[in-house]
């Protein structure tokens, strides 16, 4: 039995709503990011007839195809990359998203900044932080983070907006707490040195609750809103 995208926003949204009441935080305080990647246009379609606006997408090539194939809707639809971004695909990313969460290198975000077309408002940028250690690969490493701020804050073509965090899987909601209180702190820390910094990247299917107890102001919300993923396509 396949259940609706729609009963599956409900229930997010019903979830994301529970954590705010647990966090004393309004409910749109926090955005809610569906991750459409390996979905089919459909799914996005369907999303969007229940209301969902913001969407999230790993590879390159997939999203384009999803961005051309919804152009009708461009004007409506906010999209997302949280994949990694090679150097060579950073012209088609600057012209074609709202927002990019996943720099960790001053050359991808120079890029970026000289390639996004003036006729668009500056590209809505997040540096992704390694919270897990040896345990990720990914991110940048917390020691270099202030140096990559301040330099991502002077480009611009780009809106420096905050930071985002994919940690190890952990279970239990104090386990899965700490990685997120930790970006938190890092975001504060930013702020204190003069950045004006807005969005707390955090927090996935598992670990919503999580994130929000912690600040997190968009979830990044895959599976429990479409189910399982189909099997990848090639980018
Ligand atoms: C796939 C993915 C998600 C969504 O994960 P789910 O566990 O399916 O909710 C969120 N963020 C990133 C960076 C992802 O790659």
């Not at 997302?80 to 975000?109: C, M, Y």
């Not at 909601?173 to 970006?183: E, N, S, V």
Request: aromatic letters at 4%; glycine letters at 6%; hydrophobic letters at 45%.
């Amino acid at each position: 039995m396949k259940v609706g995208i729609s009963e599956n926003i409900l229930q997010v949204r019903a979830r994301l709503a529970a954590a705010c009441a647990a966090a004393q935080r309004p409910v749109n305080d926090v955005a809610l990011l569906a991750v459409s990647k390996f979905q089919p246009v459909s799914a996005v379609l369907e999303a969007h007839q229940a209301g969902q606006r913001e969407f999230g997408e790993n590879y390159v090539q997939e999203a384009l195809d999803k961005i051309a194939a919804t152009s009708e809707l461009r004007a409506e639809l906010v999209w997302h990359l949280i994949g990694p971004l090679q150097s060579n695909k950073t012209r088609v990313v600057a012209e074609n998203f709202d927002w990019v969460h996943s720099v960790d290198r001053l050359k991808i975000a120079q890029r970026l900044s000289e390639q996004r077309p003036g006729h668009l408002p500056p590209l809505n940028i997040c540096l992704q932080v390694n919270v897990s250690g040896e345990a990720s690969k990914s991110g940048i490493s917390p020691d270099e983070l202030p140096a990559l701020a301040k330099a991502v804050s002077a480009l611009p073509g780009l809106r420096l907006r905050g930071l985002m965090s994919i940690p190890e899987p952990l279970e239990g909601l104090d386990a899965q707490r700490a990685p997120h209180a930790w970006l938190r702190r890092w975001m504060t820390e930013l702020q204190a040195q003069g950045l004006a910094l807005d969005t707390l990247s955090m927090g996935m299917s598992a670990d919503l609750e999580a994130a929000v107890l912690e600040g997190a102001t968009l979830v990044r919300v895959g599976t429990a809103l479409f189910g399982a993923r189909p099997a990848p396509q090639a980018d």
